[in-house]
């Protein structure tokens, strides 16, 4: 879930609000299998890995965590819990792949166990880095 720029004041409610959200969490394990895209096969936005495994579980764990979330005053994107993995961005007005995802609609990876929910910041720029805030965990 990507939750934009988090104000510092709000960073300690929103990590006392997801403890109890993760803390039910059942042990998961999850399988990056197939592919898809977001875009159409002739303007493609973004390629991902979809997910099998534990999905419901996961899709549950989803929206506890966006319920808190939302308790704490920010904002969650209202569409539907899709569970993938990014794999890349198509940036517009260059040459893309549209059929990508469809080259790797039959791959299944290994499969591995979820050990917790990481809080990340990132920080964009030329030398896009990624920070760990919090971590909680699951199972």
């Not at 039910?24 to 197939?34: C, D, E, I, R, V």
């Not at 898809?36 to 890995?49: D, I, K, L, M, N």
């Not at 198509?90 to 792949?97: E, I, N, S, T």
């Amino acid at each position: 879930m990507f939750l934009g720029e988090v104000p510092a004041p709000l960073l300690a409610p929103l990590r006392a609000a997801v403890t109890p959200a993760v803390a039910g969490t059942p042990p998961l394990s999850l399988q990056l299998a197939g592919a898809g895209r977001f875009g159409s096969r002739r303007r493609p936005a973004v390629c991902w890995a979809g997910l099998a495994g534990d999905v419901p579980e996961l899709t549950a764990l989803a929206g506890r965590l966006a319920a808190a979330v939302r308790g704490v005053g920010l904002t969650v994107e209202d569409r539907p819990f899709r569970a993938h993995l990014t794999v890349g961005r198509w940036r517009p007005g260059q040459p893309a792949d549209g059929d990508l995802p469809e080259r790797l609609a039959g791959y299944r990876g290994p499969v591995w166990p979820v050990t917790e929910v990481v809080l990340w910041r990132s920080h964009l720029g030329p030398e896009p880095r990624y920070e760990r805030v919090a971590a909680w965990p699951v199972g």
